[in-house]
């Protein structure tokens, strides 16, 4: 069964900082693999995805299937980026597939 | 820009109670999902619903719950006799054929008493 693990639940940085959240899977198959971002009093948005290969807000994340790893980074974190982020994968390029979530990794950026 | 839309925002039920949770998917998204979050816990899937039948369901999404989809825009969860563990924040989301993208509403706080 596929896992996704973000071992951090708590991140604290300055800005202009730089910033990584970390994210771990294991899935056997050739995962899709996703970053939502739940900003306060808001709903699930996502921020991102592998296949697309884009940085979105200065945020990147580049799967390494190596080390079933999906990182997400940004070289300058901003105060607007204080919210949750959640990692997520879901079975391949298939329409209708479930998402399976991480535990999510609430990062705040202090002035 | 579509939105997700679920009502109500939140549901206060007592144990034993029937509950529906209302969604209105993105118009042209054809997928839709159910998933939940109790507090302090991740978001876990519940069901996914295409052309009118269940594609998939996790082990939660035992017999008190079942979907709907009653009309074209509305898709509803149902719990028949809710639990004190079933407070939780109930998410909705679609997507379309192309993009496996999937789209969140806002969210249903259920609490049950």
């Known amino acids: 069964a596929q896992r996704v693990t973000q071992p951090e639940k708590l991140l604290s940085v300055f800005k202009g900082a730089p910033v990584e959240l970390k994210c771990n899977y294991s899935?056997?198959?050739?995962?899709?693999l996703f970053w939502y971002v739940q900003y306060s009093r808001q709903r699930l948005q996502l921020l991102l995805r592998h296949i697309s290969r884009e940085s979105i807000k200065g945020f990147t994340a580049d799967l390494n299937k190596g080390e079933t790893s999906f990182h997400l980074k940004k070289p300058f974190a901003q105060e607007e980026d204080s919210a949750m982020y959640y990692c997520a994968l879901s079975e391949g390029e298939t329409s209708g597939s479930r998402l399976t979530f991480g535990e999510g990794t609430q990062l705040t950026v202090n002035p | 820009e579509p939105e997700v839309t679920q009502t109500p925002s939140h549901q206060v039920t007592q144990m034993g109670q029937e509950v529906i949770l209302r969604c209105v998917p993105i118009?042209?998204?054809?997928?839709f999902y159910w998933y939940r979050q109790i507090l302090g816990q991740k978001v876990e899937f519940l069901v996914s619903?295409?052309?009118?039948?269940?594609?998939?369901k996790s082990e939660i999404f035992d017999d008190q719950f079942s979907v709907e989809r009653p009309d074209g825009s509305n898709f509803t969860l149902k719990i028949r006799s809710t639990k004190l563990e079933d407070s939780a924040m109930y998410f909705c989301a679609s997507s379309d054929l192309a993009r496996h993208i999937q789209y969140f509403g806002a969210g249903t706080r259920l609490s049950v008493l």
């Open positions: 118009s042209n998204h054809l997928y």
């Open positions: 619903f295409y052309n009118n039948e269940i594609s998939e």
């Open positions: 899935y056997s198959g050739s995962p899709e």
